[in-house]
Nanobody, 126 residues
Framework: QVQLVESGGGLVQAGGSLRLSCGASGRTFSSYVMGWFRQAPGKERVLVAF???????RYADSVKGRFTISRDNAKNTVYLQMNSLKPEDTAVYYC????????????????????WGQGTQVTVSS
């Protein structure tokens, strides 16, 4: 089991930026697939972005060009840089990890991830 701890959420005006961080336990972080998901009130939890062990990334269409996912394997940390924030980005953001980077998993789906953080609130005011 891997422990994940998110930080960096908060309140920001539309057009502003935030950077989320997620620290992970474990000695083989570099082999994990790391994802960011978000859940708005009354809505399902959905993928924002993921990054594979080889650095390949994938983004939801709604955040392409505005958000960037990255990882620092030396620090066991994954980041989500969020720019040009919109009120519709308001949600609880969750970090997730899949310890096995295999093509057998559909990393677009939350079902592929077995480890989750507690979430961090991001609120974008208009």
């Amino acid at each position: 089991q891997v422990q994940l701890v998110e930080s960096g959420g908060g309140l920001v005006q539309a057009g502003g930026s935030l950077r989320l961080s997620c620290g992970a336990s474990g000695r083989t972080f570099s082999s994990y697939v790391m994802g960011w998901f978000r859940q708005a009130p009354g809505k399902e939890r959905v993928l924002v972005a993921f990054i594979r062990s080889n650095g390949i990334t994938r983004y939801a269409d709604s955040v392409k060009g505005r958000f960037t996912i990255s990882r620092d394997n030396a620090k066991n940390t994954v980041y989500l840089q969020m720019n040009s924030l919109k009120p519709e980005d308001t949600a609880v953001y969750y970090c997730a990890a899949q310890l096995v980077d295999s093509s057998a998993y559909n990393f677009l789906s939350l079902l592929a991830y077995h480890n989750w953080g507690q979430g961090t609130q991001v609120t974008v005011s208009s």
